[in-house]
């Protein structure tokens, strides 16, 4: 999937990380990337834009709690695929709670650029390779 052509949804809590998510990405070619920092925004955000990926901050129970039932409900059970969790290191609580949900892509705060970037990478690609089995 060509960088120009993906549609990326950032929830992050903290406005000043989305724009930092949002200015490495862009930075790097990514031209369509959105951020909300209020998860009350995220379906109205996800109908309108339909991203390709999702970077999904999962640092506190209530946030698991809404991607648990997010996930639950059949209208958004197809994000699966395409969700990165943002987890705060040290939180292995969450990462078990993530990867009990089959999330198996996280991205460890503070991150390593470069880090992110690989892991939007290999997500996008894994999206595309699960089509190609879907549709195959």
């Given at each position: 999937m060509a960088k120009e052509n993906c549609v990326i949804l950032i929830y992050q809590e903290?406005?000043?990380?989305?724009?930092?998510f949002k200015s490495i990405l862009t930075s790097k070619g990514?031209?369509?990337?959105?951020?909300?920092d209020k998860?009350?925004?995220?379906?109205?955000?996800?109908?309108?834009?339909?991203?390709?990926?999702?970077?999904?901050?999962v640092d506190f129970e209530r946030?698991?709690?809404?991607?648990?039932?997010?996930?639950?409900?059949?209208?958004?059970?197809?994000?699966?695929?395409?969700?990165?969790c943002?987890?705060?290191?040290?939180n292995n609580h969450m990462q078990l709670s993530v990867n009990a949900l089959?999330?198996?892509?996280?991205?460890?705060?503070?991150f390593d650029i470069n880090n992110l970037l690989m892991i939007v990478e290999r997500r996008l690609e894994t999206k595309i390779m699960d089509l190609c089995t879907f549709y195959g």
């Open positions: 903290y406005e000043s990380l989305n724009l930092l990514y031209s369509d990337v959105y951020s909300i998860l009350a925004h995220f379906k109205v955000m996800q109908h309108t834009y339909e991203p390709d990926l999702f970077l999904f901050e946030q698991y709690e809404a991607l648990n039932e997010l996930l639950a409900d059949p209208m958004y059970a197809s994000i699966k695929e395409k969700i990165i943002v987890i705060g290191y040290g089959g999330l198996h892509y996280v991205l460890t705060k503070p």
